[in-house]
Each structure stands twice: as C-alpha cells, then as structure tokens.
C-alpha cells in the first residue's frame, strides 16, 4: 500500500515538534530514562514524518502495556559477546529497539570507519520498529549499509510461497546508499506483500486491503485487514511471491542463526514478546573506489532510472529514499496525520502513565 502524505480528513494533525515532546513525556513517565525517551519519540515521530505510520506512534499503547507487564527492560546498555575486530555480536537484553539499535549502530559505524567494514549481529532486541533508521544513521555517516531482521517469541504472520498458514514473520529488510549533498537512498521493506503495522492502520481507518495481500484462516484470498489482528487469525501473503518468501525466510536464517538467538520455530515462540535480531553489513565506500568514484556512479546511475519516461497514469521515476522526503516536506507544512483511533490509543497509554491530555491539540 502506497505511503499517503494526506491521511484521512477525520485525522488529527500534530507538528513534529509537539508530537515528539508529547511522545517523550509519555515514556519518561513509563520510566525510561532521559536519553531513552528521547530516541523512542524521535524514532517514532520520524516514521510517521516520512509517511512510515505502521512503525510510528501507533505503537506507543503497545510498547506501554509490554513495559507495564515487564516485557520490556528499561534503559538497558548493549553487551559484547563475541568481538573479532570486523565480526561484532552484540546483545541487547531485551531493552527498547529504538535505544538499543542506536547504541549499536554507533558501535558499528565506528568500527566500518576503523576497520573499512563490520558484520555486526545485535540480537534479543525488543521491537527494531522502523529498519530504515538504521540504514539511514550509517548513509548519514558515509557509509553503506545492509539489514536483515528477523523476529522471535511472536506468532507468526506470513505465510510461506504455496503455504495457506502463517509460518513466517514480516522480516524486514533494509539497504542505505549514501549520497553527496542529498538524502542517502533507503530501501526499506517488510518481506511480506504489505507490513502488518498497515493493515492495522488500514483496520483503524475502516479500509480494505488490495486484493493478493491476506489470507483468512482457512486460507482463503481475503480484503480483511483484520484477518491479521483477530482471532481466528490468517496470514500475510509475501511480497513477490516465492522471491519474497524465499528472502524473508533468509532473513530469519541470517539475522536468526548467525547472531545467536535462532531462528522461527515452535521453540522460540513465547507469546506476546516481539523479539527483533539484526546482522547489518555496514562498508565505507571511500576503502572501495574512493568516496569522489562512488559519489559519481551513484548519481549517474540514479540519473538513468529516473530519465526513463513514466507510464501512464503513473507518477515521475523515484529512486528508494524520495517518497518518504516528499512525504515528509508535506507534513512538516500540514502536519502530521493520526487516525482517531491511534490518537485515542496515545491518549489511553498516556493515562495509564499519569501523563495528561496535551496542550496543542
């Protein structure tokens, strides 16, 4: 489903600002600390800007109830596992994604400027949320970078190519291409056909899913968003049909397998965890060819594919990245969208954390 800049007319609108604030008063309640309020409601705030709303402040009641039930440890720091200078396995002790992913992308960024390029596995992470941050925060630094994700310890959500059930998860997939003097290229998708965060906001806004996206629980072809969401429960179909089932199912393998904590399987699936890994491969370019040669083909490449005359009916040729910019320079005009139902839901998370109503709205 297409990221839509204008959201619902019903929608309530919030700048960036006021969001994050409102966002970051609410975790700090919640107890995370300063510095860890802060990245979640940066995070956050930043997907539904760049049009992202399935990895943004829908998850705020979620992370709170997961917190409140001790699913989530608070202000929790990486811990080295295993260290062979370009190979880094990195725990996060099931602490917040948004802090933890940061901490150790930093690492990572520092040891690819050291050393010309890491593997780094981070592993036993709550929720990664939106992957892209992280290609973006190595493409911010000069650097390349590639991400595969897996989740653990949550009922599955995807079915396999052929499979009427789900026996997958959505596992992500990310690559950050910098550039010189513009926003870095971000490829960032869920393996399945749609992630599942927009079939609950399509849920929420009482809309149907494309045709090809769902199956019920009989594993029959459905337009029910809630399928994914409701008991009995169906499934996701992957994004390509085999091609996608086929990476998704590598990215278990890889992000799974190589960092340690496993792949999906009937023994890592303690219920209602949500547990994320990651093995990202992050290269400075300038040890490859020179940053002046990588800057050049990068641009005229791109020039290329976006030359080619569109269809029609269909918008100007985009490279991976410019969607979300042109999402995030209408919202930061009109402000963000936030469907009445996830603004109740902030609305509840924020009340059960002392925390109330806000000012700007």
């Known amino acids: 489903m297409a990221l839509d800049p204008r959201g619902s007319a019903d929608d309530v609108r919030v700048s960036r600002e006021d969001l994050q604030g409102y966002v970051r008063e609410i975790f700090s309640a919640t107890g995370c600390g300063e510095r860890e309020a802060g990245l979640i409601a940066e995070h956050l705030v930043l997907a539904n800007l760049l049009g992202h709303d399935s990895h943004g402040v829908s998850l705020i009641k979620l992370y709170v109830r997961m917190v ?22 990195l725990d996060a002790s099931r602490g917040f994604g948004q802090a933890l992913g940061h901490e150790a992308m930093q690492i990572g960024i520092e040891r690819a400027r050291q050393q010309g390029s890491v593997i780094l596995a981070l592993r036993n992470s709550h929720h990664l949320a939106r992957i892209g941050h992280w290609a973006e925060m190595c493409a911010e630094a000069g650097l390349v970078s590639i991400h595969f994700v897996n989740v653990l310890h949550a009922v599955p959500t995807v079915a396999p190519y052929a499979g009427s059930d789900a026996r997958l998860n959505t596992n992500p997939f ?5 550039r010189a003097d513009k926003p870095p290229m971000i490829l960032d998708f869920a393996t399945s056909r749609v992630a599942q965060g927009k079939m609950r906001i399509a849920m929420n806004r009482g809309v149907q899913a494309p045709e090809g996206y769902l199956l019920d629980a009989s594993g ?3 337009v029910d968003p809630s399928v994914v969401y409701r008991s009995p429960l169906g499934a996701l179909l992957p994004f390509g049909e085999h091609k996608g089932a086929g990476l998704g199912f590598m990215c278990d393998m890889l992000a799974g397998a190589l960092s340690g904590a496993g792949t999906l399987h009937e023994g890592h699936m303690e219920q209602d965890v949500y547990i994320n890994n990651m093995l990202s491969i992050i290269i400075d370019p300038q040890r490859l060819g020179g940053m002046e040669n990588w800057c050049s083909e990068v641009e005229a490449g ?4 976006k030359a080619s005359p569109p269809r029609e009916g269909m918008g100007p040729v985009l490279v991976p990245g410019e969607l979300e910019q042109s999402v995030a320079q209408q919202r930061r005009v009109h402000g963000i969208p936030v469907d009445r139902e996830t603004w109740q839901s902030i609305l509840d998370a924020a009340q059960q954390v002392g925390v109330g109503l806000p000012s700007f709205v």
Request: no cysteine; net charge neutral.
């Open 68 to 89: 409140r039930e001790g699913k989530i440890n608070l202000d929790q720091r990486v811990s080295q596992v295993m260290d062979a200078g370009t190979l880094l396995t």
């Open 302 to 305: 791109a020039a290329y594919v």
């Open 174 to 178: 990310a690559i950050g291409v910098p």
């Open 220 to 222: 029959q072809p459905s």
